[in-house]
């Protein structure tokens, strides 16, 4: 299958997680956007890349947060 229309891929897992997640959680969840030091024998550039995919993940929690305070109001 093309990359990223299996329901479990990880593009698959992060929408799932941008629109079910409640947007309240996404203070909880900054902690994961801190920049990893990278160990030895891990993939390089693995650190970035989660902390960058949680900056996202983030970022949409905060905005479908705003999205509804401006509906609310």
């Known amino acids: 299958r093309d990359g990223g229309s299996y329901p479990w891929s990880f593009s698959g897992v992060m929408g799932l997680a941008e ?8 203070d909880r969840l900054e902690v994961l956007t801190a920049a990893q030091d990278e160990q030895e024998g891990a993939s ?9 995919a949680f900056q ?3 970022s949409t929690l905060r905005l479908r947060a705003a ?7």
């Not at 999205?67 to 109001?73: D, G, H, P, R």
């Open 56 to 58: 996202r993940l983030v």
């Open 44 to 52: 390089p550039g693995a650190g970035g890349y989660w902390s960058e």
């Open 67 to 73: 999205m509804e305070a401006e509906l609310m109001s």
């Open 19 to 26: 629109r079910c997640l409640d947007p309240a959680e996404a």
